[in-house]
């Protein structure tokens, strides 16, 4: 292994004097998640024997002569590539076209976006350029992903080979799963104005008809702790049923439910419509919340091997957020409980723009419609 | 995806490590982004190209399909330039997969798989061509060559003998001067090679390559001031003939004559055997760009590693051991090369560096 380190570090300065290799092309594949990102090198020799690309014949290709000849470089080229994750086909798109200038002369270089209907683990790699032209040629693939970097060689012999991506180490899929929860939850508006909703009169006390600041701060606490332990375990409990595939909703109606509850919160702050027990609200509703979350992470994806670690980092994570979020506001909203804005302008008039918002959103999730 | 991993994604994307420079866009339509290896005006190259044109439809007649292979096996030996090689095998293919094919197909094959350091093979299909055709000069001398390369001096002796009552005097003896030469008797091989040096014509096509071997025969006998200039005999009549440069530049560096290599190579930088020379004299001149082109070398023995490519392992374990000083890595590399190739040079490397492990 040192050996071929020590090879490839000597690789990275090279001189400009043409040189005769045999044909071999560069493809470097980047993988994450679903999605690949591919630069593909292939020596302007080899595609001027398949398309004839010298108009002029006067045995040099210019830019512009490339350029007209683009649409069946790629189509060429990626006729004779088919990337799989497992068994699903990747189809390649968005090809661009550059140049690049190494020692043994010029390459047409194609970059391009490969979509695959699931997480790769495995990617099925069939590679078969040129070789009916040129049987030495050789395909030297490059792929990259979070965990490293591995080299592979493809030619006539073996054009068809299945990459395997590395397993990810036990604590890279806890970080990466665990900063997926924490971003979910950061940029959760839905769920965070809920949660918002519900403590924000957690620092007062409903009298006749209006607020008034609370005297003792352990019944607030408890309050606090009460609604975001029933929000946590309700959506922990569904996230956890929706990923295993026990239950499912359509995502659709989840995501207009989560706005629902996030206009009932919201409007619980100026009509005690869900009683006092807000707790029992944060849980029913923190029910539907977990499906949306369910939804966030199909779209990102659990590795099969690894997939209650996943999940269950990603729940964590999800509740680090909460928790800190939480942990940031209600100090603050302690301190400001007497006074007079805190009641009189951050809750009815915000939590009536809450309502507003969420009644906006829930518009637009349920008729699938933009309002904004 | 959180931010760390997608910068590392973008990261290891911009980091190809394949790349020596970036890609990039040309500004103008005009600009050249590529130089083809043909030249418009030379009729060889014309010919070529009308005759490539037929790759799309190979030659239905074989004698098309084989003057197309020759010229294209001329043009790799003649440049060192791999694809060449690879473009005689697509045209031969179809052929060789008749039930049965011609024979001069094999012994096109049997020369494109020693260009190729596939000497097994080669002699492989030199069998099938001596079997239809007993009395192929061609296939024998070729024969003779590839159990020299392997050490099997028996076996070159007696299809050296196969080329007497062919009509083939000169090859006859040269082929017998060799074997002789590798048997240990230099000495008299190369006086067996005086009455042919006086006798074949100055313009004679077979001279250079007569000279070539009385060079390389010289050189064993350790007549060293005949054998140079033998060789530069040779590159008079054939600037281009890389074996013989080679053989030159090894002969100057045994003689600590390294800026004359210089002299002679500094052009000659796209054949890997010839480059390494240069870089061996540079270095022993310690010239201000010998670490580019040291560089360069180990960047394209990289780029051999990479795509499984074993047929410069001489050279790579000599550019290990006298460059690197890496003797373990030399070591390693001298002996895969000792299975494919038995040469004198083959057994010097590999004696040097287990020398020099042994230290």
């Known amino acids: ?372 | 995806m959180t931010l760390p991993l997608r910068l590392f994604a973008l990261l290891a994307a911009v980091y190809l490590g394949h790349s020596q420079a970036a890609p990039y866009l040309p500004t103008s339509a005009d600009s050249v982004v590529a130089q083809l290896p043909y030249r418009v005006a030379d009729p060889v190259d014309r010919d070529l190209l009308a005759l490539r044109r037929l790759q799309a439809n190979p030659p239905s007649d074989w004698p098309s399909a084989a003057r197309l292979a020759q010229r294209y096996l001329d043009r790799a030996r003649k440049n060192g330039d791999p694809r060449y090689l690879s473009y005689a095998e697509v045209v031969l293919a179809p052929w060789l997969q008749r039930p049965t094919p011609p024979t001069a197909a094999w012994l096109l094959r049997a020369s494109l798989r020693q260009s190729r350091h596939d000497f097994a093979g080669a002699v492989d299909d030199l069998r099938r061509v001596l079997q239809q055709e007993p009395r192929n000069a061609q296939a024998w001398l070729t024969r003779a060559t590839l159990l020299q390369v392997q050490a099997d001096y028996r076996g070159a002796r007696q299809s050296c003998e196969r080329l007497a009552g062919l009509g083939q005097a000169l090859s006859l003896t040269v082929c017998l001067a060799q074997v002789d030469s590798l048997e240990g008797r230099p000495v008299a091989a190369y006086r067996s090679l005086q009455p042919l040096l006086q006798s074949v014509p100055e313009h004679d096509p077979q001279r250079p390559w007569l000279e070539s071997v009385a060079g390389e025969i010289a050189e064993r006998a350790g007549q060293m001031a005949q054998a140079e200039s033998h060789y530069r005999r040779a590159l008079a009549r054939d600037r281009d003939d890389s074996y013989t440069l080679a053989a030159l530049a090894d002969l100057l560096l045994d003689q600590r004559r390294p800026a004359e290599v210089v002299a002679l190579l500094s052009a000659a930088t796209t054949a890997d055997a010839l480059l390494l020379r240069l870089v061996l004299a540079k270095a022993r001149l310690q010239q201000p760009d010998y670490p580019r082109l040291r560089d360069e070398l180990a960047a394209r023995y990289a780029a051999n590693q990479q795509r499984g490519d074993a047929t410069h392992l001489r050279e790579e374990a000599r550019f290990a051991l006298d460059i690197l000083q890496q003797p373990a890595q030399a070591l390693r590399l001298a002996e895969r090369n000792w299975q494919m190739q038995r040469e004198p040079w083959d057994a010097r490397i590999l004696a040097a560096a287990r020398a020099a492990v042994a230290k």
């Open chain 1, 1 to 372: 292994m040192s050996r071929a380190w020590f090879w490839l570090w000597l690789a990275l300065c090279c001189g400009s004097t043409h040189a005769h290799k045999p044909s071999d092309a560069y493809l470097a594949l980047s993988v994450h998640g679903a999605e690949i990102t591919a630069e593909w090198q292939i020596h302007l020799r080899d595609l001027d024997l398949v398309l004839g690309l010298d108009n002029n014949g006067d045995g040099r290709i210019t830019w512009g002569e490339l350029q007209a000849r683009q649409p069946d470089i790629a189509d060429y080229a990626l006729g004779r590539l088919q990337l799989a994750a497992g068994d699903l086909r990747c189809p390649a798109n968005n090809p661009a076209h550059l140049v690049d200038q190494r020692s043994d002369g010029g390459y047409a270089v194609l970059r391009f976006n490969a979509l695959c209907p699931r997480r790769v683990e495995t990617l099925q790699v069939d590679y078969r350029l040129l070789f009916d032209l040129d049987p030495q040629h050789k395909g030297l693939l490059k792929l990259i992903h979070p965990t490293g970097i591995t080299t592979h060689v493809f030619s006539a012999d073996q054009p068809r080979q299945p990459l395997s991506l590395a397993q990810p180490s036990t604590w890279h899929t806890l970080v990466e799963y665990i900063g997926e929860g924490i971003w979910h939850i950061g940029t959760g508006y839905d769920h965070l104005l809920f949660l918002l909703s519900l403590l924000l009169p957690v620092v007062l006390l409903r009298t006749a008809g209006d607020w008034q600041g609370a005297t003792a701060w352990r019944p607030v606490l408890r309050d606090a702790v009460t609604i975001v332990t029933a929000f946590t375990v309700a959506h922990s409990l569904t996230l956890t049923l929706a990923a295993l595939g026990t239950l499912s909703l359509p995502s659709r109606w989840v995501e207009s439910a989560i706005a629902a509850s996030v206009i009932l919160a919201a409007l619980n702050n100026l009509y005690p419509l869900l009683g006092e027990r807000r707790w029992l609200a944060a849980f029913g509703f923190g029910l539907i919340h977990g499906f949306g979350f369910a939804g966030a992470l199909a779209e990102i994806g659990l590795p099969q091997s690894q997939f209650l670690l996943g999940l269950a980092a990603f729940n964590i994570g999800v509740e680090l957020g909460q928790l800190s979020i939480t942990l940031a506001l209600l100090p603050v909203a302690w301190w400001l409980r007497h006074s007079h804005w805190y009641r009189r302008g951050v809750l009815v008039p915000g939590s009536f723009a809450i309502s507003v918002l969420a009644a906006v959103w829930l518009v637009e999730r349920a008729f699938d419609v933009a309002l904004w």
